[in-house]
Nanobody, 122 residues
Framework: EVQLVESGGGLAQTGGSLTLSCAASGFTSDDYSIGWFRQAPGKEREGVSCISRSDNSTYYADSVKGRFTISNGNAKNTVYLQMDNLKPEDTAVYYC???????????????RGQGTQVTVSS
């Protein structure tokens, strides 16, 4: 059974930083992408950042390029999203998802975590 468990998130001020973690289990191969999408009230789901388990290639939404960094953990069952220079418009519930690139393409995630709230105050 695939499970994605997020941690991190919380409250930050504009210009501050937060780190999200996602612990993944149950995958039987590395042939997938994992990452994050976010959903804010009244807004469409947005694919934020993805990383390939097989070759570490990455994707970033234009809205977060240069501010967010995604990485695979050393144990390779954890993925991290370092969020720097946060802005109020980053406020949303962030979900860990796989296959992440499906979400970028407008499809629902095959697997997703429970979500973690990120709030950025101005």
């Amino acid at each position: 059974e695939v499970q994605l468990v997020e941690s991190g998130g919380g409250l930050a001020q504009t210009g501050g930083s937060l780190t999200l973690s996602c612990a993944a289990s149950g995958f039987t191969s590395d042939d997938y992408s994992i990452g994050w999408f976010r959903q804010a009230p009244g807004k469409e789901r947005e694919g934020v950042s993805c990383i390939s388990r097989s070759d570490n290639s990455t994707y970033y939404a234009d809205s977060v390029k240069g501010r967010f960094t995604i990485s695979n953990g050393n144990a390779k069952n954890t993925v991290y999203l370092q969020m720097d220079n946060l802005k109020p418009e980053d406020t949303a519930v962030y979900y860990c998802a796989a296959d992440c690139l499906q979400v970028v393409g407008g499809l629902p995630a095959t697997y997703r975590g429970q979500g973690t709230q990120v709030t950025v105050s101005s």
